[in-house]
T-cell receptor, first 115, second 115 residues
Framework: GNSVTQMEGPVTLSEEAFLTINCTYT??????LFWYVQYPGEGLQLLLKATKADDKGSNKGFEATYRKETTSFHLEKGSVQVSDSAVYFCALSGNSGAGSYQLTFGKGTKLSVIP | GAGVSQSPSNKVTEKGKDVELRCDPI?????LYWYRQSLGQGLEFLIY????????KSGLPSDRFSAERTGGSVSTLTIQRTQQEDSAVYLCASTQSRGRTGELFFGEGSRLTVL
């Protein structure tokens, strides 16, 4: 079955530091890949996505590239801010073309950015 | 409101009692999901509703769990004879599509504590 593995947290960084959160996946077919973010006291929201190999998703200064050869979708940001403190979830959606509809999530990585 | 609404936001119950959790999805969204978020365990898929199709119940952990969606809109997740291991945050999400795009809109969740 499908699975997502992401680096364990928590991760603590100083403001303006470089961020990488690793994510690898196992899936049949050609999944779409996502990063969701959960800010304190809020619901999960989509941060970025990529639907095919070599696509790069980007939003709010975050980027992730769909690497089929390494089955990875690592999240990066060049300069984090205190407001980026949140829990980040990597996820995949089966893309079999037969109406796949279920997101499989990683366990989440808590990021704390200190001034 | 414009977002996914869940109630109650917090529920404390005694072991053995039944609980009902409610989800009001975004108007017009045909797909509705329930997930469970346990500490350190990420998000666990429970059940999926798509229009008038039979729901996908493959994620329900036991027959004590059930869910229904009335009129293609509001959904209720029922847990009978609650156990302490049922303590978690129960998340509801909705989307317009069959989920292929992966952009789910989540509510803030219902935190269940079973004493």
């Amino acid at each position: 079955g499908n699975s997502v593995t992401q680096m364990e947290g928590p991760v603590t960084l100083s403001e303006e530091a470089f961020l990488t959160i690793n994510c690898t996946y196992t899936a049949t077919g050609y999944p779409s890949l996502f990063w969701y973010v959960q800010y304190p006291g809020e619901g999960l929201q989509l941060l970025l996505k990529a639907t095919k190999a070599d696509d790069k998703g980007s939003n709010k200064g975050f980027e992730a590239t769909y690497r089929k050869e390494t089955t990875s979708f690592h999240l990066e940001k060049g300069s984090v801010q205190v407001s980026d403190s949140a829990v980040y979830f990597c996820a995949l959606s089966g893309n079999s073309g037969a109406g796949s509809y279920q997101l499989t999530f990683g366990k989440g990585t808590k990021l704390s950015v200190i001034p | 409101g414009a977002g996914v609404s869940q109630s109650p936001s917090n529920k404390v119950t005694e072991k053995g009692k039944d609980v009902e959790l409610r989800c009001d999805p975004i108007s017009g969204h045909t797909a509705l999901y329930w997930y469970r978020q346990s500490l350190g365990q990420g998000l666990e898929f429970l059940i999926y509703f798509q229009g008038n199709s039979a729901p996908d119940k493959s994620g329900l952990p036991s027959d004590r769990f059930s869910a229904e969606r009335t009129g293609g809109s509001v959904s209720t997740l029922t847990i009978q004879r609650t156990q302490q291991e049922d303590s978690a945050v129960y998340l509801c999400a909705s989307t317009q599509s069959r989920g292929r795009t992966g952009e789910l809109f989540f509510g803030e969740g219902s935190r269940l504590t079973v004493l």
